[in-house]
């Protein structure tokens, strides 16, 4: 068995997808589906808006993926020119399980952005407390990242985790593209995905989405005018997981 199929949610390697006889489509051939985004939506309507849903019932791994993030977070804000701490955006935010015990701690605001309208149900009452929506949390956008604009200058950190494999390569790329325009100076765009351990590409055709090995995720980053400042590996996940890494990418500066 390879490393090679993983996707947007942690994953097993034993969960791996048969292709049928003709043979797995190609990237290109996958991502040109018509239905490519809205089977993923039909998965994830399936999904159950918990943290072992969000986590593709490996909930056991939240605290450490929290902890491992937070040190992340921790060890960027000691960088210089740090971000600032004024407004995050947690984008493919489910529930809401990486705003309210991650970038909660840190930001003064979080919007988030999240495609399944139930998921923002639950996250409306997951980030509440007796009714009340947290105070922290700006605004929660219904759509998908793709169809996602952000307004220029607004946030110091740009959260993706463990949802950019739902995205094309070419939306990728333009969603990335949008994100700069939205930080402010000083701000990141930090990643948290699965990597394949090759240069291999993956297709997971049960969630529609793909996993992308770090040689093009870095391609797609500098096609974006973005480059990575700091990357990590997440340690002290359970044993038979892809790679994940956090990865921080910040805009080039531009030529005058
Ligand atoms: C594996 S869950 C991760 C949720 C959250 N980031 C976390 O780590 O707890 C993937 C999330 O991405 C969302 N998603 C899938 N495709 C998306 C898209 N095109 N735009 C925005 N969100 C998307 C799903 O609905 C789901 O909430």
Sequence with gaps: MTEDLVDSRPKEVESETSSD?????????????????????????????????????????????VNGSARFLNQLFKMKPAPGTTRALDCGAGIGRVTKNLLMNYFKTVDLVEQDENFVRKAHDYLS??????????????????????????????????VLGHLTDEDLGAFFKRCTAGLTKNGCIIIKENFTSTNDFCIDATDSSVTRSLRVTKTILESANLRIVKICKQDNFIQGLFPVYSIACKPNRRIQ
């Design 21 to 65: 006889d003709a043979g797995p489509p190609t990237a290109d051939e996958f991502f040109k589906s018509p239905d490519f985004y809205k089977n993923a939506q039909q998965y994830w309507s399936r999904i159950d808006p918990t943290i072992d849903g969000m986590l593709g019932g490996l909930s056991i791994i939240d605290t450490t993926d």
């Design 129 to 162: 407390t007796n009714d009340q929506l947290n105070e922290k949390i700006g605004t929660i956008h219904n759509v998908g990242l793709q169809d996602f604009t952000l307004t220029d200058n607004t946030y110091d950190v740009i959260w993706c985790q463990w």
